[in-house]
Nanobody, 121 residues
Framework: QVQLVESGGGLVQAGGSLRLSCAAS????????MGWYRQAPGKQRELVAA???????NYADSVLGRFTISRDNAKNTVYLQMNGLKPEDTAVYYC???????????????WGQGTLVTVSS
C-alpha cells in the first residue's frame, strides 16, 4: 500500500511564502512524475507544477516565477516552495504521483489527502 503524506499548508499574508512537502511511503518499484494540484472553492482542480524523476519541471502560467517544485528521490519526497503568494492562490493543494508498484506493472496514480493554503489580503 502506497501513501502520500502532505504537510506545510497554512495561513499566510499576501506576499508571504510557504513550503509544501509530500512524502511517498510504502512498497513500490519506482515513482515517475510527482506533482501538485490545487482546487479553489467552486473551481476545478488544476495543475500547479509537476516534476519527473529526472527533474524536468512543468508549471502553470499563473505560478511561473513564484513557485518552485523540487524532489528528493532518495526520500521519495516532492516539495513546492511558494513565494509571492497572492489571495488567488488560496486553495486546497493536492500531491499527486504516478508510480509503478512492481517491475513491469503499468503506472498507477495516487492522490494525497490535500492541505489547505489560505492567503489573506
Amino acid at each position: 500500500q502506497v501513501q502520500l503524506v502532505e504537510s506545510g499548508g497554512g495561513l499566510v499574508q499576501a506576499g508571504g511564502s510557504l513550503r509544501l512537502s509530500c512524502a511517498a511511503s510504502g512498497s513500490f518499484f519506482s515513482i515517475n512524475v510527482m506533482g501538485w494540484y490545487r482546487q479553489a472553492p467552486g473551481k476545478q482542480r488544476e495543475l500547479v507544477a509537476a516534476i519527473t524523476s529526472d527533474s524536468i519541471t512543468n508549471y502553470a502560467d499563473s505560478v511561473l516565477g513564484r513557485f518552485t517544485i523540487s524532489r528528493d528521490n532518495a526520500k521519495n519526497t516532492v516539495y513546492l516552495q511558494m513565494n509571492g503568494l497572492k489571495p488567488e492562490d488560496t486553495a486546497v493543494y493536492y500531491c499527486n504521483t504516478q508510480y509503478r508498484p512492481a517491475m513491469g506493472y503499468r503506472l498507477l496514480e495516487l492522490w494525497g489527502q490535500g492541505t489547505l493554503v489560505t492567503v489573506s489580503s
